[in-house]
């Protein structure tokens, strides 16, 4: 009997809403799932589909990224070595701009000489290879470049307005700082990924991260990381419309009915048999 009583109890509970979580926390929590389940299929299992039907030939920018990075590590260890990485991929902020632009493409292969090698190798080819397994591979190398370069030009714009400006100017000193690194191609890739396969959690890990470090720090390669999530956005953003746009497109082009014809009547134009 007290059993009965007790079920009966529950079963009113119940139907009042209390043997359920509230409405709003059920929803945050599906909201949560959801996210993950996306997330999970976007940044793992399709890219893990990708390999494995492609093969590591598809991994070849990353496998080549890092085979850049320790092989100017090595080179830059010896004095001879380290004039020529300085001639190839040192990019500075006085160089002229045509100088700066030639060597941005090795400078990415440059190793920042305050960052350990082995970090920024691992970082570099992750984000490599998941950007060249779900964007392909010229459009990784297109982000790439496009975010570094960025980072590149903006810098020469802070050098020029000077000192103030709300902090956004920087002093000429800034200008003989040695940058070089892939840092700035990591962040925007990772960036661009996120936010085509829209993924928050990776973005928060990955570019929001950076946005607090550039705030906290307020250096050099903060300033030019801030500016790669930015460039990362824009051109994943200007990717969302067109490819939107696209399948928005009819495949068949849609031919419209002249105004005067109607349906069973015959144009003036067609030939009807007589007799």
């Keep these: 009997m007290d ?36 997330e999970w ?19 070849f920018l990353a496998f080549l990224a890092a085979f850049g990075v320790i092989f ?7 004095p001879a070595g380290a004039v020529a990485v300085r001639v190839l991929g040192g990019v500075k902020g006085d160089l002229p701009l045509w100088l700066a632009l ?9 190793p920042a000489l305050d960052l ?13 290879a998941l950007a060249e397994l779900i964007l392909g591979r010229a459009r990784t190398l297109v982000v790439s470049y496009a975010t570094t370069i960025a980072g ?12 103030g400006w709300g902090g956004l100017g920087l002093s000429r000193e800034v200008g003989q700082v040695l940058d070089t690194g892939p840092s700035a191609a990591v962040v925007g890739l990772f960036t661009y990924v996120a936010v085509v396969q829209r993924a928050p959690i990776v973005f928060a890990l990955t570019g929001g991260s950076m946005v607090w470090e550039s705030i906290a720090v307020p250096n050099l390669a903060g300033r030019e990381h801030l500016i790669a999530v930015g460039t990362a956005i824009v051109l994943a953003l200007f990717h969302e419309r067109g490819r939107k746009r696209a399948s928005a497109r009819p495949l068949l082009p849609v031919r419209r009915a002249e105004p005067g014809a109607r349906a069973g009547r015959p144009c003036p134009d067609d030939h009807v048999p007589v007799g």
């Design 116 to 128: 350990p090698v082995w970090g920024g190798i691992t970082s570099l080819s992750l984000a490599f």
């Design 3 to 38: 059993r009965l009583r007790a079920h009966k109890l529950w079963g009113d509970l119940a139907g009042q809403g209390h043997g359920r979580p509230r409405g709003g926390l059920w929803r945050v929590a599906a909201f949560v799932g959801r996210t993950l389940r996306g």
């Design 102 to 110: 030639l060597r941005t493409p090795v400078s990415l292969y440059v």
């Design 41 to 59: 299929q976007g940044i793992v299992v399709d890219p893990v589909r990708q390999l494995r039907r492609r093969g590591l030939p598809a991994l």
């Design 152 to 163: 590149t030009l903006m810098v020469r714009v802070m050098i020029a307005l000077g000192p």
């Design 72 to 78: 100017f590590h090595a080179l830059a260890q010896r």
